[in-house]
């Protein structure tokens, strides 16, 4: 199973971002969400998605993130409005999906990189 991220790069204060994140290998995928990592903290979920319903988001980031996934597509999406400053981080794209063994995994896309700055 391999993810792949895009979208990220350099937006201003108050801009808009959307990352993509396409998964591969595996069609059974029951959790797709997003990590992020601060430099010098701990990587954080951001917001996870469970069989398309069950929607989890860090508390400080209701209202503005919204994570949003295509099952036809076996893609998970973040749109990000109203960026601040300290939403810069690396953002990972995260799934939990079913192993070509038959066994569900955690897996890690290779982080992209979101930079708000004027």
């Not at 508390?59 to 810069?88: C, H, I, W």
Request: aromatic content about 10%; some cysteine.
């Amino acid at each position: 199973v391999q993810l792949q991220a895009s979208g990220g790069g350099l937006v201003q204060p108050g801009g808009s971002l959307k990352l993509s994140c396409i998964v591969s290998g595996s069609t059974d995928v029951p959790v797709m969400g997003w990590y992020r990592q601060i430099p010098g903290s701990q990587r954080e979920v951001v917001a996870s998605n469970q069989h398309g319903e069950n929607t989890i988001y860090k508390d400080s980031l209701k209202g503005r993130f919204t994570v949003s996934r295509d099952n036809a597509k076996n893609e998970v999406y973040l749109q990000m409005s109203g960026l601040k400053p300290e939403d810069t981080a690396v953002y990972y794209c995260s799934v939990r999906a079913r192993a070509p063994g038959g066994y569900y995994m955690n897996y890690w896309g290779q982080g992209t990189q979101v930079t708000v700055s004027s």
